[in-house]
Nanobody, 126 residues
Framework: QVQLVESGGGLVQAGGSLRLSCAAS????????MAWFRQAPGKEREFVAS????????NYAASVKGRFTISRSANRSTMYLQMNSLKPEDTAAYCC???????????????????WGQGTQVTVSS
């Protein structure tokens, strides 16, 4: 079994920054891709960013490219999302996900991911 725990959400003014973390525990001896997804009230869940196990393959949604940076720790078990120049439309619950058995690819489709965290709320005020 795998557990994913997010942290770092909060309330920030437009133009500000936040850094989210996602710590994985449990079945960490297998390679896995990780990703961030978000869901705003009344909207469908959307892809934000993904990173392969090695970190060499990274993908971003067009809406966050150039503002957000995804990364992983040296031991691969923690993923980060540095969010800069935040906008009110970034307000959402942010969830991390892990796709086990994946080494080089970093999917942007939620259906590819096996494990999910509970989410952390990000609220950007105008």
């Amino acid at each position: 079994q795998v557990q994913l725990v997010e942290s770092g959400g909060g309330l920030v003014q437009a133009g500000g920054s936040l850094r989210l973390s996602c710590a994985a525990s449990g079945r960490t001896s297998v390679t896995y891709a990780m990703a961030w997804f978000r869901q705003a009230p009344g909207k469908e869940r959307e892809f934000v960013a993904s990173i392969s196990y090695s970190g060499s393959n990274i993908n971003y949604a067009a809406s966050v490219k150039g503002r957000f940076t995804i990364s992983r720790s040296a031991n691969r078990s923690t993923m980060y999302l540095q969010m800069n120049s935040l906008k009110p439309e970034d307000t959402a619950a942010y969830c991390c996900a892990a796709d086990y058995g994946r080494t080089y690819y970093a999917p942007d489709n939620a259906n590819e991911y096996d494990y999910w965290g509970q989410g952390t709320q990000v609220t950007v005020s105008s």
